[in-house]
């Protein structure tokens, strides 16, 4: 099983098809639900503590906002930990604050300076498009080998 | 600051989401509580939040998947069922973050297309869609068109 992360980390289409192809999905929500599970001070609503920030420093500098650096937090494991990575480039449900845009340039960014497999497509808009769509994510994870 | 103890420890959340004509969420509430086993279910209008013990919640999960394996999708969820900081019952509204769900739900048809016509098909023999990263330049003769077009 290859771990893949998806952008966006919130899909619910390339959640699936990862673990419907044999593979593990990154996504923001088992990167949520490690915070939720942890005791600590409370924090909601997603218990992002005044200790993420810093932790964002190793993928921002210092002068970036910490809502990135936050963000960073929970996406820069997920980025160092995957093997391959699936981006859908037109996804307008990842709009959000400037926090979220730059968090969602920085992440596109660190996926295309890593040396792994890479799949890049946009969403479908009709039937004929659907087939190309699965067709090509069913192409990718399957050449990645090693499916459940 | 006050303490924060967790609650629902170790156990994992999915979403299980029906886009079909012949199943229902109810439909798949019935037959999840059917084969489960010390897990929660929660049945909701777009399918069923599930929470449990990982295993467990795995094999719920592949066995509603048969019922109708091209238009059931499942997602990981981080909050447990009823979270308090995310139940709408709590906040009023729609739950943050079903604004994404709501979006790829309209795509959904689409996807379960795809699926269904590649049971029938090698993915080989698709053509792959077009390169999102490729930014064509305008082509000489569609801009004289254009112009054509603007000075009649």
Redesign the interface.
């Known amino acids: 099983m290859v771990k893949v992360f998806i952008y966006p980390a919130t899909s619910l289409i390339l959640s699936d098809m990862v673990a419907r192809f044999g593979h593990t999905p990154l996504s923001s929500a088992t990167a949520i639900r490690e915070r939720i599970q942890t005791a600590g001070l409370e924090s909601p609503p997603l218990q992002i503590t005044p200790e993420e920030p810093k932790k964002g420093l190793k993928w921002a500098a210092v002068e970036v906002p910490a809502g990135v650096r936050g963000r960073m937090s929970l996406y820069g494991p997920m980025i160092e930990a995957c093997e391959a990575a699936i981006i859908i480039n037109d996804a307008d449900l990842a709009f959000g604050c400037m926090g979220c845009a730059r968090t969602n340039e920085l992440i596109k960014f660190l996926v295309h300076q890593k040396d792994i497999p890479r799949l890049e497509l946009n969403y479908p808009k009709n039937e004929e498009d659907g087939v190309k769509f699965v067709a090509a994510i069913k192409r990718f994870l399957t050449g990645l080998g090693g499916a459940k | 600051?006050?303490?924060?103890?967790?609650v629902?420890?170790?156990?994992?959340?999915k979403?299980v989401?029906v886009e079909s004509f012949e199943i229902t969420p109810a439909d798949l509430a019935a037959r999840g509580y059917e084969i489960s086993k010390g897990v929660m279910i929660k049945e909701t209008c777009f399918g069923l939040v599930i929470n449990g013990k990982e295993e467990e919640v795995d094999r719920i999960v592949a066995e509603l998947r048969k019922i109708d394996p091209d238009h059931i999708?499942?997602?990981?969820?981080?909050?447990p069922p009823g979270?308090a900081?995310?139940c709408r019952a709590n906040l009023g509204g729609a739950r943050?973050?079903y604004?994404?769900?709501e979006?790829?739900?309209s795509?959904?048809?689409?996807?379960?297309?795809?699926?269904e016509?590649?049971d029938k098909k090698d993915?080989?023999d698709?053509?792959?869609?077009?390169?999102?990263?490729e930014h064509p330049l305008l082509d000489i003769y569609k801009l004289k068109k254009l112009i054509d077009a603007q000075e009649s």
Request: proline share 13%; no cysteine; hydrophobic share 35%.
């Open positions: 600051m006050t303490d924060y103890t967790p629902h420890v170790g156990s994992v959340t979403y989401m999708f499942v997602k990981d969820r981080g909050f979270d900081r995310r943050p973050g604004n994404g769900l979006f790829e739900m795509i959904l048809p689409y996807v379960s297309h795809g699926l016509v590649l993915a080989k698709v053509p792959p869609p077009e390169d999102p990263l």
